[in-house]
């Protein structure tokens, strides 16, 4: 049986996976990552995102 790797997260698999894909697919900052997640309504920490770019990304 395979893990979740999203089993310790609280936020759904779906804005993380969206998140890192931000930053990693287009040259923006964490904070810009923040701000375009704000304003599709969901409120996360610019933190947040680096650690899940650390965990998921490349």
Do not use: A
């Given at each position: 049986?395979?893990?979740?790797?999203?089993?310790?997260?609280?936020?759904?698999?779906?804005?993380i996976?969206?998140?890192?894909?931000?930053?990693?697919?287009?040259?923006?900052?964490?904070?810009?990552?923040?701000?375009?997640?704000?304003?599709?309504?969901?409120?996360?920490?610019?933190?947040?995102?680096?650690?899940?770019?650390?965990?998921?990304?490349?």
């Amino acid at each position: 049986m395979s893990k979740n790797p999203f089993r310790y997260f609280k936020t759904s698999p779906e804005i993380i996976q969206l998140g890192v894909m931000m930053y990693v697919r287009f040259p923006l900052s964490l904070r810009n990552v923040e701000d375009l997640l704000h304003e599709r309504g969901i409120d996360i920490c610019h933190e947040s995102v680096r650690l899940w770019v650390d965990r998921f990304g490349t």
